[in-house]
């Protein structure tokens, strides 16, 4: 496989963080305009309770819009076993499932213990049926909040767990924080590659700056899905200092550059990046809206 697979979370990890509700139209939009510029996978929303992220209470309604559009593969995110019914009701093609890599930030974030945390993910996958996917996230893989850097000894034994509990399944390693660093993910993607074959994923944050040299680490390394924020939206409430997703626009023009096909249309990405960029109380990031020669091609 030359090409790479861009997964778009501005609809989800983008828009959680924002203080007041985007509305529903805003999201459909930002999802039309996303599938229009050539993207097709994306991460529509979370099944989590609205009552801790309310930005996520129209899931189902931008889900069932999302599923309209051709070739679009929707993924939700699904925190426990009522998300997993809601996502399963409601046709999700793929269930986006997560823990974090260290016990502080899974405490923080999910309120159990790691353990806890993987044996109930472990019964969820049990239970989907075959023709729906799977994504397994492993947030703060290379940095945490609360921990630190991670290292990378404690990371191998888990992914070697995650991925004997199923062959099929695809697995991210996230840097929530935006703090790993190029060489850190080289090794870490690398590892995990011997482990468990070319079914991992890279999701990375910008907060430091490194978010597209961490991404053009994970492609040296065998990483062929990769995760991005049109806009450069997102953002952690979970993860203090947690800024953006690295931008859309920014990973598709690094790997058009490098020639890698990722069935992007850059300047129908543009209009798309600058509509997300755009949503009221978001903080936008990424450069390549910025540079002249690329507004050009949007002109
Ligand atoms: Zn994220």
Not at 53 to 74: F, H, R, S
Not at 119 to 129: G, N
Not at 155 to 165: M, N, S
Not at 172 to 201: S, Y
Request: charged fraction near 15%; glycine fraction near 10%.
């Amino acid at each position: 496989m030359t090409g790479v697979s861009i997964s778009e979370v501005a609809p989800r990890d983008g828009l959680q963080s924002i203080g007041a509700f985007v509305p529903t139209e805003t999201k459909i939009a930002m999802v039309r305009a996303l599938h229009a510029a050539g993207l097709r996978r994306m991460e529509v929303g979370s099944f989590v309770s609205p009552k801790h992220v309310p930005q996520m209470a129209d899931t189902a309604a931008v889900l069932a819009a999302a599923k309209t559009l051709p070739g679009l593969e929707c993924c939700v995110l699904v925190p426990n076993r009522r998300g997993f019914d809601l996502a399963l009701q409601h046709g999700a093609h793929r269930l986006g499932l997560f823990m974090s890599a260290t016990e502080q930030h899974n405490l923080a974030n999910l309120n159990m213990t790691r353990e806890a945390s993987f044996d109930a993910l472990t019964a969820i996958i049990r239970d989907t049926p075959r023709d729906v996917a799977i994504r397994f996230n492993l947030s703060c893989v290379f940095h945490c909040p609360f921990e630190g850097v991670v290292p990378e000894a404690a990371i191998q034994p888990l992914v070697e767990r995650i991925v004997a509990i199923d062959p099929r399944m695809e697995i991210a390693l996230c840097d929530t924080t935006g703090n790993a660093a190029p060489d850190q993910v080289a090794r870490v993607m690398r590892a995990a590659i011997v482990v468990g074959g070319p079914r991992f994923a890279y999701h990375g944050h910008d907060t430091y700056g490194m978010g597209v040299a961490n991404v053009a680490a994970a492609y040296e390394a065998g990483v062929r899905v990769i995760d991005s924020a049109a806009g450069g939206l997102g953002g952690c409430p979970f993860a203090p200092g947690a800024t953006g997703n690295v931008a859309t626009e920014d990973v598709a023009w690094m790997f058009a550059r490098m020639g890698v096909a990722t069935g992007i249309d850059y300047p129908a990405l543009l209009v798309a990046a600058d509509y997300c960029a755009g949503v009221p109380g978001g903080t936008p990031g990424g450069r390549m809206r910025g540079v002249p020669a690329a507004r050009r091609l949007a002109a």
